[in-house]
């Protein structure tokens, strides 16, 4: 009965070869790779995410970090967890990786977001995710206003793109607020979990385009700090980590009530997940 | 369309002409329970079975399939099957299942391991002789059939009226040799098989309409029965492995011996199973058992009908019923205990 031709169709699952051209580790558990795609460069959007595959050990689903507008290659930031990570990480310059993508059909705002002030609310490797967009919007700085960064990790091991915060917190109409969960003799910053760093921004809130990644149990605590502000929850876009298997839809592994994570986001409107007891 | 009415030996001779030709996987007997299997003869093919242990689904999602070839140091290549077979003895529930499977996996994304395999069967559905335990395709509205098979069977007391409504169908008919065009009378005994089947089929009555179970679904998420109902489950993924809806995998990579090349191969996964929604670095997201089993349950009359036109996704097999050991999966007791509590509106 089945009408559908499939020999004009490519294999959903079949990964492209790609070849390590940078690679350095940002701490102890985070390494930053950039990737070219042997066929050549991808369009993407800021907050599509590929599967990066090592063959004999799988795959896993992984933002892409570097925004579409800086540039050669594809930046992937990967924290070293599981089996698939961990070869990702033994991974040298010259070196192939196969890689799928770019996937997701939920993505940053990066046109609704033009000409707002936009605050990023970062919870330790939740930066990774967000920064494609914070880059996009840096490479397209006159079509944003303020952008404030707010990046909160757990201790000082933890600490990431140090580098990339400072250089970016040097720029006109950007401000980075860093806070360390714990104190620590060798910080001199502030102290305390993200969301203590909200009443100090310095944009209207409530006119701001809200950008939130982190780990699962961060969502709510932001989602309830901001709830002192009138924020419309158009205007929030938090980016959900799930078990994106095969990260086309079919698996069903990343399923989040009716949505899938993969194909539906991973980038949602807290509008969207209104009726999603399962997202945060 | 082509007609067809075939006595029980013509049926038989032409079973046996389709099995000298190519793969034929018919219903067969398994112990005192059915299955299907390749059929070496037309003598192991049993028309009048109950429900089969395995549904079809088998044959287009195999438990276990490769879907990439791949070398350790690069190259990927996918790995597809697309030998003709023909799939014998399919009841009206299974095939409205294999159906809705085509939707999803032709949809968005399209998935040529499964397309290749739906493209290279040949399905002969057969009405319902004997109804199993469990059963409730009546319920369901998927007792009979009006399309979506290549062959049609209805055995009417005297023979088997045969319809062939595809072009494979048609091609896989040309083969049978005997019959004789039915007649009016014949027609008429097959429209009281329908009749009788859209009544009978129906261990289990639900009390609603099934395109009511979404909006029913739609108060019923904090409801106390998922709780009091889970308390009891073994997590096993029985309900799972048994569905004719059910398609969740996972895909792992296994690397032969030699260690220079393996294979990414798909694997049935199930959502009731623990560690479903783990991730790397251990958050499981649908941990209690609970959230599990209200999520199978919302998959089958919300989540995915959603997906598929309003279609249901539960097509009343009866099959999880009979595999739940602490008896809690029978998706009808489920729906009328909520219909009972929370009314229609």
Redesign the interface.
């Known amino acids: 009965?089945?009408q559908?031709?499939?020999v004009d169709?490519?294999?959903?699952?079949?990964?492209e070869?790609a070849t390590v051209v940078e690679a350095r580790m940002l701490n102890k558990t985070e390494r930053y790779l950039r990737v070219k795609i042997d066929s050549g460069q991808w369009d993407y959007v800021p907050g599509q995410f590929v599967e990066v595959?090592i063959?004999?050990?799988?795959?896993?689903p992984l933002t892409i970090a570097s925004s579409p507008s800086s540039g050669d290659g594809l930046e992937i930031i990967v924290?070293r967890?599981?089996?698939?990570?961990n070869a990702i990480h033994r991974l040298q310059v010259g070196q192939?990786l196969?890689i799928r993508g770019p996937l997701g059909r939920g993505v940053y705002p990066v046109e609704q977001a033009k000409g707002r002030d936009i605050l990023f609310i970062c919870g330790g490797i939740g930066l990774v995710p967000q920064r494609s967009f914070i880059k996009y919007v840096l490479d397209h700085r006159s079509d944003y206003r303020k952008v404030v960064i707010l990046q909160g990790v757990r201790d000082m091991e933890q600490r990431l793109l140090e580098d990339e915060l400072s250089a970016w917190s040097s720029m006109p109409d950007v401000v980075v607020m860093e806070t360390l969960d714990r104190p620590d003799p060798r910080w001199s910053g502030h102290v305390g979990v993200v969301t203590t760093l909200i009443p100090k921004v310095p944009i209207d809130i409530e006119r701001a385009v809200i950008s939130v990644c982190g780990?699962?149990v961060m969502y709510k605590f932001v989602l309830m700090a901001l709830r002192e502000y009138k924020v419309s929850h158009d205007d929030v876009y938090l980016n959900l980590?799930?078990?994106m298997?095969?990260g086309?839809?079919?698996?069903?592994?990343?399923?989040?009530?009716?949505l899938y994570c993969c194909?539906d986001g991973p980038v949602f409107r807290y509008s969207q997940l209104a009726v999603v007891?399962?997202a945060i | 369309m082509t007609l067809l009415k075939l006595n029980k030996n013509q049926l038989n001779r032409w079973v046996e002409e389709l099995i000298s030709r190519q793969l034929v996987i018919g219903v067969q007997a398994k112990g005192d329970k059915f299955d299907f299997a390749p059929l070496q003869s037309w003598r192991q093919l049993r028309l009048d079975y109950d429900v089969t242990l395995q549904p079809p689904k088998q044959f287009f999602l195999p438990p276990r399939e490769p879907?990439?070839s791949?070398?350790?140091?690069?190259?990927?290549?996918?790995v597809?099957d697309g030998q003709p077979f023909v799939l014998f003895g399919l009841h009206p529930y299974d095939l409205v299942a294999i159906?809705q499977l085509?939707l999803?996996?032709?949809q968005?994304?399209?998935?040529?391991?499964y397309?290749?395999r739906?493209?290279a069967a040949t399905?002969v559905a057969v009405d319902v002789m004997r109804p199993s335990k469990h059963v409730f395709a009546s319920s369901m509205g998927t007792a009979v059939v009006e399309?979506?098979?290549?062959v049609l069977l209805t055995w009417i007391d005297d023979g088997y009226l045969v319809e062939a409504q595809?072009e494979k169908g048609n091609a896989l008919l040309s083969s049978c040799r005997g019959g004789i065009a039915p007649t009016q009378q014949d027609l008429a005994n097959r429209q009281k098989v329908w009749e009788h089947n859209r009544k009978h089929l129906n261990a289990y009555q639900l009390k609603c309409d099934p395109a009511y179970l979404p909006k029913l679904l739609e108060r019923a998420?904090d409801h106390p029965i998922w709780e009091q109902r889970a308390k009891t489950c073994f997590s096993c993924g029985s309900c799972n492995l048994v569905c004719p809806t059910c398609?969740?995998?996972?895909?792992?990579?296994v690397?032969a011996l030699d260690l220079d090349k393996?294979q990414?191969q798909r694997c049935w996964?199930g959502?009731l199973l623990d560690g479903?929604?783990?991730?790397?670095?251990g958050?499981e997201?649908?941990k209690a058992r609970a959230?599990r089993f209200r999520?199978r349950l919302?998959?089958k009359a919300?989540?995915v009908p959603?997906k598929i036109g309003g279609q249901i996704a539960c097509v009343g097999c009866g099959r999880c019923v009979g595999a739940c050991l602490p008896d809690i999966a029978n998706p009808v007791a489920v729906f009328n205990e909520l219909l009972d509590q929370l009314g229609i509106s």
């Open positions: 009965m089945c559908c031709s499939t169709k490519k294999d959903i699952y079949l990964p070869p595959s063959a004999g050990t799988g795959e896993a924290r967890v599981g089996n698939v990570t192939k196969g780990p699962p980590e799930r078990k298997k095969c086309v839809g079919k698996c069903g592994h990343c399923q989040i009530n009716h194909m007891p399962e | 879907l990439l791949f070398a350790v140091n690069g190259g990927y290549g996918s597809l159906n085509d999803i996996f032709g968005d994304n399209p998935d040529i391991h397309l290749k739906r493209d399905i399309k979506g098979f290549d595809t998420y398609y969740c995998f996972d895909v792992r990579d690397v393996g990414r996964d959502c479903f929604t783990k991730v790397a670095g958050h997201f649908r959230d999520h919302y998959r919300k989540y959603a």
